[in-house]
């Protein structure tokens, strides 16, 4: 049985069929994308033809896909298939009977199995159609070779601390990283080096920037400097959730990598994470025992429900969570002690 060739969305490429399969929505806008560009590169007055399966009447595709007076070049994009109506399944598996040799169909498809008996169609042609993988990044690990792959693009170079910054700063969203991503290679120009005391300069003054410096200073125990940031923070309208949200990402990593053994390596590897964030959860350990990580792991999960709508004070839950983490999950008594 033939299987069509399967790519990575940054290895799109022409063909007369393309299916852009998986849920990631900014990895399939950029494989779009990238393939108008080449498309319009060869014909610049390339025809472009939009349509949403989710809304299209019976024969709008087969009008759309069918042959055109001189047989100029066209790019069909059906987007939204996995909400395709019956009309649209049929036209579409009408036409993949016959491919037109001047059009370039692509179908998007993010998940379910609305659609299978075209999917599997596509999938299992062979020939030179053609399978766009855009899963979903989940891993940091994911999200570093994300953003590897954007510097490359950019021609600059992304050192480790700065790339691990980035991501505590500006969050697991792909379209936020590129775009933060973008903006730093605007500052210092391409073929430059982004360091962490340019992304710490250029988001000094961001939400998240500031939630992950207060976490760094909690998580040291450096119980007065989280406290006057935690002030600093909410008097200039942070959010109170930026914050408990960098406070967990850090305590849930140390407390994964706290219960894993095996060199960095191998510890990465088993947990999806980068080898530099196995070694910052090890080295931010020091210091704290098994009961005092999860008294702070509780008291984070406590304080998130409470400014998010389940407490009266959020401002005195969001302190007292600092306070404890400060602490490593001891009692002022303890810390005498």
């Not at 949403?52 to 001189?70: I, K, N, R």
């Not at 659609?115 to 020939?127: E, R, T, V």
């Not at 953003?147 to 950019?154: P, Q, S, T």
Request: hydrophobic content about 45%.
């Amino acid at each position: 049985m033939a299987t069509t060739k399967q790519v990575p969305w940054s290895g799109i490429m022409e063909a007369p069929v393309i299916l852009l399969s998986g849920p990631e929505a900014f990895l399939a806008d950029r494989a779009a994308r990238a393939l108008l560009e080449r498309l319009k590169s060869v014909s610049p007055d390339l025809e472009v033809v939009e349509l949403d399966s989710s809304t299209a009447g019976s024969g709008e595709l087969l009008q759309a896909v069918s042959p055109s007076l001189f047989g100029e070049p066209r790019l069909v994009r059906l987007w939204s298939f996995e909400k395709a109506t019956d009309p649209v399944l049929a036209d579409l598996l009408d036409y993949l009977e016959a491919p037109d040799t001047s059009v370039t169909l692509v179908v998007r498809h993010s998940s379910g199995n609305r659609g299978k008996k075209a999917l599997d169609l596509i999938k299992s042609h062979g020939g030179d159609w053609l399978v766009v993988t855009c899963p979903e990044l989940k891993s940091d690990r994911d999200r570093s070779q994300f953003l590897r792959a954007e510097a490359n693009a950019k021609k600059v170079r992304l050192d480790e601390d700065a790339e691990n910054m980035l991501i505590d700063a500006v969050g697991s969203d792909l379209a936020e990283l590129s775009a933060a991503l973008g903006q730093l290679v605007s500052d210092i120009g391409e073929t430059g080096q982004i360091t962490a005391e340019i992304v710490k300069r250029y988001y000094g003054g961001r939400v998240e920037t500031t939630g992950f410096e207060l976490a760094e200073h909690a998580i040291a125990g450096r119980r007065g400097e989280a406290l006057g940031a935690l002030r600093h923070a909410l008097n200039t309208g942070v959010e109170p959730v930026m914050v408990i949200a960098a406070l967990a990402h850090s305590l849930r990593n140390m407390a994964r990598v706290g219960g894993s053994r095996g060199s960095v390596g191998d510890v990465a590897k088993e947990l999806g994470l980068q080898t530099w964030q196995v070694q910052r959860a090890r080295a931010q350990l020091q210091g704290w025992d098994e009961i005092g990580l999860g008294v702070a792991i509780m008291e984070v999960a406590r304080t998130d429900a409470a400014i998010k709508g389940l407490g009266y004070d959020p401002d005195y839950a969001l302190e007292r969570a600092v306070d404890i983490v400060s602490r490593r999950g001891k009692s002022a008594a303890e810390m005498v002690g």
